[in-house]
């Protein structure tokens, strides 16, 4: 394995509480998501939701680097959906292209069905990437719609 390849093969995954994260790993978080969903996307919204503190976080970090190179939120039944909800799910830049965000989605569904055994999991995909989540068992569930001038549709795996 080459070393650069060896940068981007996080060695900490974390899936925690919002009550386990430090503050330090909740600002990295948040300043993740931000990069991506509004400065990469330049879709200005309200990223503090709410439901962060009702949720599981799952984060990787590459060797040597405080800020994750991958991040998504499960929020618990009952805040977004009836089902629990994966969301937030993102690729810093310099993770993308190497598998990641694959692997990040499998390790979100894996965990989610763990915590929460036999529900089914709602997301709300941006539309352009149905068919990504499709390949880990979900389908669509009404029509698309815009969520902050981003297409979206709504998709359910079953329990």
Do not use: N
């Amino acid at each position: 394995m080459s070393s650069t390849s060896a940068f981007f093969s996080p060695t900490c995954w974390r899936w925690c509480r919002f009550d386990d994260l430090t503050v330090h790993e909740l600002q990295l978080i948040h300043r993740a998501r931000q990069q991506v969903f509004v400065v990469e996307q330049r879709c200005p919204y309200v990223d503090a939701d709410g439901c962060d503190e009702h949720a599981f976080h799952l984060a990787a970090r590459a060797p040597g680097q405080p800020s994750p190179i991958a991040y998504a939120r499960v929020v618990d039944p009952g805040f977004k959906y009836p089902e629990p909800s994966i969301g937030r799910v993102l690729t810093a830049a310099t993770g993308r292209g190497r598998g990641l965000g694959r692997e990040l989605v499998a390790r979100a569904v894996a965990q989610t069905i763990e915590a929460f055994p036999g529900q089914g999991i709602r997301i709300s995909a941006q539309s352009h990437l149905e068919a990504f989540y499709r390949s880990f068992g979900f389908a669509g569930v009404g029509e698309c719609y815009l969520e902050d001038g981003i297409p979206h549709i709504e998709m359910l795996r079953p329990g």
